[in-house]
C-alpha cells in the first residue's frame, strides 16, 4: 500500500524545509492538515504538491519520508489532483455558460416585449388621422431602426451562446485527454 499521507517531519523533507517554517506554512499558505487516530496532524500529498508543487521531493531517501512512498504513487495523486480540478473548471465553466444563457434568454424576452410595446404605440400614432405623411416616414423609419437594434442584440446573444457551447466542448475533449493520460501505465507515461 502506498503512503499518501506524512506526519510534519515528514513533509517538511518533502518540501525541504524546515519543520519550523513547515509549520509557518501552514498558517501563511492555508495548507490542510488531518489527525491519525492518536491525534498526530498528517499532510496529504496533494496538499504538498498543491503548495510546493515540483520542489515536493517524493523520490529521496525511503526512510527519510516515511518508508512505502513511491513514484507511481505521486503520479497517481497528481493526477488524482489534476482530474478534480478539471472537474472543478468543467462544472464552473457549465455553470457559467448556463447563467449566460439564462441572462441573455431574459433579455431577449425583455426586448421583444419591448418592441411590441412600442410597436403598437407606433402603430396607433401612424393612424391618428392628425399626423402628416412625413411623420409617417419618421415613425417608420424608427420601428426599422428598433427591430435592427433587437436582431443585432439576437445575433450577439446567439454568438455568445455558441462560444459557450464550444468552450464546454474544449473541457470535455481536455477532460477525456486527461482521463486517457491517467489510464497509461507508469512506463508509458514516462517513456511515451
Request: charged share 40%.
Given at each position: 500500500?502506498?503512503?499518501?499521507k506524512?506526519n510534519?517531519t515528514?513533509?517538511a523533507?518533502?518540501?525541504?524545509?524546515?519543520?519550523?517554517?513547515?509549520?509557518?506554512?501552514?498558517?501563511?499558505?492555508g495548507?490542510s492538515?488531518?489527525?491519525?487516530d492518536?491525534?498526530?496532524?498528517?499532510?496529504?500529498?496533494?496538499?504538498?504538491?498543491?503548495i510546493?508543487g515540483d520542489?515536493?521531493?517524493?523520490?529521496g531517501?525511503?526512510?527519510?519520508i516515511?518508508?512505502?512512498f513511491?513514484?507511481?504513487?505521486v503520479?497517481?495523486t497528481t493526477?488524482?489532483?489534476?482530474t478534480k480540478?478539471?472537474?472543478?473548471?468543467?462544472k464552473?465553466?457549465?455553470q457559467?455558460?448556463?447563467?449566460?444563457?439564462?441572462?441573455?434568454?431574459d433579455h431577449?424576452?425583455?426586448?421583444?416585449?419591448?418592441i411590441?410595446?412600442?410597436?403598437?404605440q407606433?402603430?396607433?400614432l401612424?393612424e391618428?388621422?392628425?399626423?402628416g405623411?412625413?411623420?409617417?416616414?419618421?415613425?417608420?423609419?424608427?420601428?426599422?431602426?428598433?427591430e435592427?437594434?433587437?436582431?443585432n442584440?439576437?445575433?450577439?446573444?446567439?454568438?455568445?451562446k455558441?462560444?459557450a457551447?464550444k468552450?464546454?466542448?474544449?473541457?470535455?475533449?481536455l477532460?477525456?485527454?486527461?482521463?486517457e493520460e491517467?489510464?497509461?501505465?507508469?512506463?508509458?507515461?514516462?517513456f511515451?
Amino acid at each position: 500500500m502506498n503512503k499518501t499521507k506524512f506526519n510534519i517531519t515528514e513533509a517538511a523533507k518533502i518540501a525541504g524545509v524546515t519543520r519550523k517554517t513547515f509549520y509557518q506554512h501552514i498558517n501563511k499558505k492555508g495548507i490542510s492538515t488531518s489527525a491519525d487516530d492518536n491525534g498526530k496532524t498528517l499532510i496529504d500529498a496533494s496538499e504538498l504538491i498543491r503548495i510546493y508543487g515540483d520542489k515536493c521531493k517524493f523520490d529521496g531517501d525511503k526512510e527519510k519520508i516515511g518508508g512505502s512512498f513511491t513514484k507511481e504513487a505521486v503520479g497517481n495523486t497528481t493526477t488524482q489532483v489534476e482530474t478534480k480540478l478539471l472537474e472543478q473548471e468543467l462544472k464552473m465553466t457549465r455553470q457559467a455558460k448556463d447563467s449566460e444563457i439564462s441572462r441573455l434568454e431574459d433579455h431577449i424576452e425583455a426586448l421583444e416585449k419591448r418592441i411590441s410595446e412600442q410597436k403598437s404605440q407606433f402603430t396607433m400614432l401612424l393612424e391618428d388621422k392628425r399626423a402628416g405623411g412625413n411623420e409617417e416616414n419618421k415613425w417608420e423609419k424608427a420601428i426599422n431602426a428598433i427591430e435592427k437594434r433587437v436582431a443585432n442584440q439576437e445575433s450577439r446573444a446567439q454568438n455568445e451562446k455558441e462560444r459557450a457551447d464550444k468552450i464546454l466542448k474544449q473541457n470535455l475533449f481536455l477532460k477525456k485527454q486527461l482521463e486517457e493520460e491517467k489510464n497509461k501505465s507508469f512506463l508509458k507515461k514516462l517513456f511515451g
